[in-house]
């Protein structure tokens, strides 16, 4: 008796600084949500209170007035390309440091690793030069392939934990076969390294739609703004024009793909970084 007490007792302790928790991050989105929906004299009159008729018209005023549509598309683009390119990048380079015996190799992965201590703050003066030079500047596609560079040490440090557990009798048995090095990199040490692709794809998706800084210094032109910067327009609008509601509109806007993609993939996010971590 005294220990079963004494075990809901630990549970309880345990679950209320969670509940707790949860409710001190989900309530600021459910705000959000609830404040999307008001009319601007209902926000500033009820600003905690539910709304008294729902007001989608802030949704079509963020997504026409404020040009929400058009940096939506940019991050899109911005995500899609980045991500794309970072695992272009980072697979090959991965099984190289892992697989292949050449001078240097663990030389160049300590490289990588460290790379992921420097903060990218002390590169953006020098990108935005380079990417000046390279008539990449505020350029949707210039910004995709600094996102993919920034999460190349990343990427490559946990996928060479994935690539190193797998048995390297298969790729003999392969090479054995007649394949050649690149089918062994394609067709069994990807498929099989598809727990760690996944979520690092994920994660680099998440980074490169809500990143703000590197945009607000390599974009320059409206038209190609990223989410995070209409976002940020809106808010500096709105305190002259209260459109409160079309700024709650606009995050909502931002925020809903990525809690779509957490919650069908979560799973696959929590086991893959528990296998990188077994793994590694």
């Known amino acids: 008796m005294k220990r079963s007490i004494s075990q809901i007792l630990g ?3 345990i679950r209320i600084p969670l509940i707790l928790w949860s409710i001190a991050v989900l309530y600021p989105i459910f705000w959000m949500f609830v404040g999307s929906l008001k009319s601007n ?3 500033y009159r009820n600003p905690w209170g539910f709304p008294e008729t729902l007001n989608w018209q802030n949704y079509v ?3 026409s007035n404020y040009n929400i549509d ?3 598309f940019n991050s899109l683009i911005v995500t899609l390309v980045g991500t794309m390119l970072t695992l272009v990048l980072a697979i090959p380079t991965s099984y ?3 697989r292949l015996q050449f001078r240097g190799n663990r030389f160049l992965f300590t490289l990588y690793v460290s790379a992921m201590m420097i903060p990218m703050v002390l590169g953006w003066i020098p990108l935005f030069f380079l990417l000046m030079d390279l008539n990449l500047l505020d350029n949707i ?3 995709a392939i600094v996102y993919a560079v920034s999460q190349l040490p990343f990427t490559i440090f946990v996928l060479t934990s994935f690539i190193g557990t797998i048995p390297r009798s298969l790729e003999e048995s392969a090479a054995i076969d007649g394949m050649s090095p690149y089918g062994v990199l394609w067709k069994i040490i990807t498929p099989l390294s598809m727990s760690g692709i996944i979520t690092v794809t994920i994660m680099n998706a998440i980074q490169f739609w809500n990143e703000y800084f590197m945009a607000l210094i390599f974009l320059q032109n409206k038209d190609n703004y990223t989410l995070a910067l209409a976002i940020d327009f809106i808010s500096s609008e709105a305190q002259y024009t209260n ?3 079309t700024l709650f ?4 806007i931002a925020i809903i793909p990525v809690i779509i993609l957490y919650a069908i993939f979560q799973q696959r996010i929590a086991k893959g970084m528990t296998e990188g971590a077994i793994k590694g």
């Open 11 to 13: 549970r309880t302790g």
């Open 41 to 43: 004299a209902e926000i």
């Open 61 to 63: 005023q963020a997504w």
């Open 70 to 72: 058009t940096s939506v």
């Open 96 to 98: 190289a440091i892992e």
């Open 141 to 143: 596609f210039g910004l």
């Open 243 to 245: 459109a409160w509601g």
């Open 249 to 252: 509109a606009s995050l909502v």
